[in-house]
C-alpha cells in the first residue's frame, strides 16, 4: 500500500445525542483543518437520528491513522469518550 496516498475513512456510530456530539465534532474542525483533513459529510441514519456515518479525507494513509484500531478505539482515546459514543465506531477505509 501506497502510503502517500489519499484516504477517505468512513465511520458510522450510534451516539447518545446527536446534537452534543455534533457540537464536539465541530470543535475540533480546526483540528483536522491543521491535518489536511477535509469533511466531506455528516449524515444521520433515516431510522434511528443518533446513528450517524461521518466521510472525510485524508490526505495520506499516515494522516488516516492507521492502524485503525490505534486511531478509533475509545478506549485509546479519551476525547472520543466525551463525545457521546455508545460504542466504537465502524470504520471503512478507501483509497
Same mark, same amino acid.
Given at each position: 500500500?501506497?502510503?502517500?496516498?489519499?484516504?477517505?475513512?468512513?465511520?458510522?456510530?450510534?451516539?447518545?445525542?446527536?446534537?452534543?456530539?455534533?457540537?464536539?465534532?465541530?470543535?475540533?474542525?480546526?483540528?483536522?483543518?491543521?491535518?489536511?483533513?477535509? *469533511?466531506?459529510?455528516?449524515?444521520?441514519?433515516?431510522?434511528?437520528?443518533?446513528?450517524?456515518?461521518?466521510?472525510?479525507?485524508?490526505?495520506?494513509?499516515?494522516?488516516?491513522?492507521?492502524?485503525?484500531?490505534?486511531?478509533?478505539?475509545?478506549?485509546?482515546?479519551?476525547?472520543?469518550?466525551? *463525545? *457521546?459514543?455508545?460504542?466504537?465506531? *465502524?470504520?471503512?477505509?478507501?483509497?
Amino acid at each position: 500500500m501506497n502510503e502517500n496516498m489519499e484516504t477517505i475513512i468512513i465511520v458510522s456510530h450510534e451516539v447518545q445525542r446527536f446534537e452534543t456530539w455534533q457540537e464536539a465534532f465541530y470543535a475540533r474542525a480546526h483540528i483536522r483543518h491543521e491535518a489536511g483533513i477535509l *469533511t466531506l459529510g455528516v449524515y444521520r441514519d433515516l431510522e434511528n437520528e443518533n446513528y450517524i456515518t461521518g466521510c472525510v479525507l485524508c490526505p495520506s494513509v499516515i494522516t488516516a491513522g492507521f492502524p485503525k484500531e490505534a486511531a478509533w478505539n475509545s478506549s485509546r482515546q479519551p476525547a472520543m469518550r466525551l *463525545t *457521546t459514543f455508545l460504542a466504537d465506531p *465502524t470504520c471503512g477505509y478507501r483509497t
